[in-house]
C-alpha cells in the first residue's frame, strides 16, 4: 500500500516551496502594520504594493483594480452583494447558473429572498456547459449582474467565459445599460487557464490563493475601477474602505507568488496532467462497469475528474479509499460536513442516488503516473465490496 496519493487538489493545494520563502520573512522581521508612518511599517506597505502590482500584471489589470480578501467566498460575496446593494436604483435582476458554487449560490438566495432581488437559475446542458445564448435570452432592461464560474470546482467543465463576457458587453452596450456588469468565480481556473480579464470581458473576477499552491486565508477580487460596491464590513481605510482590515501581508506575498508561479507553468503542467487525467478515467471506466463520466469530456480542467460509481455511497468509497492512502473527495469541501447530494450533479438532471455515488479526483503538482495506476489497481475491489452490501440500483439508462 502506497502511504499517500493526494487527488484533492481542488479541495486545497499544499504551500509551494517557493510561495513559503517568500512569505517567511513577513512572518519574522518584517512584521510591521502596512498602514503605520514608521520605516518598518513603510517596508511592509512597499511590499504589498508589488505585490499588488505583480497580480495586476498577470491580470491585464490596473493595480488599484486588486481588492485582498480573505479568500475565495469573501470575494464572491463581496461581489455579488456589494454590487447589487450599490447598484439597485439600476435593477434587481441577477442571472447565474445552477451549478455555482455556494458562496455564489447563497448570496444570491439571500438577495432573493432577504432583500427583494429576483434571480434567473441558468440550466446547464447535461456535460455542465452554459451558453452564451442562454444568457443572452435571460438579459432583461432590469439585469444587473450576470455571475458565471470559469471552471466547476466539482465537474471540471470550462465555461465559455469570453464569449458570454463579449456578447453582454454588446447588449449592454446596444441597449444603454451601462449597470450591466459580468462576474466570474476563477478558482478553480488560476492553475489552468487565462485569466487576462480584457480578454475575458469580466468586470470583476474572483481568486483564492489555496487553490493555487498559496496560502489559505487569501483570495482577491479583480473590481474593474469604474465599479462601485457596498462594503460588507467597516472600520478603516484599507483596500480603498471596500474591504478594510489589517491586511494579512504574508498571505498576500505568497498569493502574488503562487499565482506568478502556476500562470507561468500553467501550458506545461496542463500538457503533463492531461495525460494522467484521461488514463485515471479510461481505468476506472474500463475496470468498473456502471460508471458515468460527469462534466464536459473534452472542455474540462486538465486535473479534474469526477465520475458517478452506481449502486454505492460515495461516502463510505472516500473512507475506504483513505484506508488505503487514497485522499479524494465526493465534490466540494465547502459542502463536506452536509450530507446532501452534490447539487452539481442533480443539476445536471441526474437523480439523487447517482448524486450519491460521484467521487472527485483532483490532480495536482504531486501526481505521478504510478499514483494514478495504484487508483485504478485499489479502486475495483472497494467498489465491488461496497456494491455486495448495498441495496441501492441505479437505472441503466443514467450510465449509457
Known sequence: MKSSVYLDHAATTPLHPQVYE???????????????FHSIGKTVKDAIDKARE??????NARSDEILFTSGGTESDNL??????RKNQDQGK???????????????????EKKEGFEVTYLETDRDGLVFPEQVEAALREDTLLVSIMYANNEIGTIEPIAAIGNMIKKWS????????KFHTDACQASGYLDLDVESLHVDMLTLNGSKMYGPKGIGLLYLKRTIKL?????????????RPGTEHVSGIIGMAKALELVQKDRENESKRLIPLRDRLIAG???SIKKTRLNGHPQQRLPNNVNI??????????????????????????????????????????????VAHGSLRFTLGHSTTKEDIEYVIDTLPPLVEKLRSLSPVRVDEKYFL
Not at 452596450?173 to 450591466?180: E, F, S, V, Y
Open 308 to 353: 458517478s460509481l452506481m449502486d454505492i455511497e460515495g461516502e463510505a468509497l472516500i473512507l475506504y479509499l483513505d484506508a488505503h492512502g487514497i485522499y479524494a473527495s465526493t465534490g466540494s469541501a465547502c459542502t463536506s460536513a452536509s450530507l446532501d447530494p452534490s447539487h452539481v450533479i442533480l443539476a445536471l438532471g441526474l437523480p439523487y442516488e
Open 284 to 286: 476506472i471506466q474500463g
Open 54 to 59: 505583480q497580480i495586476a500584471a498577470l491580470l
Open 79 to 84: 461581489a455579488i452583494l456589494g454590487y447589487a
Open 230 to 242: 457596498q462594503p460588507l464590513q467597516f472600520g478603516g481605510s484599507q483596500e480603498r474602505a471596500i
Open 22 to 36: 517568500a512569505m517567511l520573512p513577513y512572518l519574522t522581521e518584517s512584521f510591521g502594520n502596512p498602514s503605520s
Open 93 to 111: 435582476h441577477l442571472i447565474t447558473t445552477r451549478i455555482e458554487h455556494h458562496a455564489v449560490l447563497e448570496a444570491m438566495l439571500h438577495l
Open 173 to 180: 452596450d446596444a441597449h444603454k445599460r451601462p449597470a450591466l
